[in-house]
C-alpha cells in the first residue's frame, strides 16, 4: 500500500467517536507504516546488491 492509506487511516480517526475506534484506526495506520518502511528497506538492500555486483564486473 502506500502513505495515502496511512493518511485515510489516520483521517478515519479523527472522525471516529469511540476510543476503541480511534485506536483501531491507528493501529491499522502504524502497521499499514511498517509494512511500506519494510517494503523500503527490500528495496534499498536489492538495490545496493545490483551496485556490489555491477562493481565487480
Given at each position: 500500500?502506500?502513505?495515502?492509506?496511512?493518511?485515510t487511516f489516520v483521517r478515519?480517526?479523527?472522525?471516529q467517536v469511540t476510543q476503541?475506534?480511534?485506536n483501531d484506526s491507528i493501529?491499522?495506520?502504524?502497521?499499514?507504516?511498517?509494512?511500506?518502511?519494510?517494503?523500503?528497506?527490500?528495496?534499498?538492500?536489492?538495490?545496493?546488491?545490483?551496485?556490489?555486483?555491477?562493481?565487480?564486473?
Open positions: 500500500m502506500s502513505i495515502s492509506t496511512v493518511e478515519n480517526a479523527k472522525e476503541r475506534d480511534i493501529l491499522k495506520a502504524i502497521a499499514e507504516l511498517i509494512r511500506e518502511n519494510r517494503r523500503l528497506d527490500d528495496e534499498i538492500r536489492r538495490v545496493r546488491r545490483e551496485v556490489q555486483v555491477s562493481r565487480r564486473f
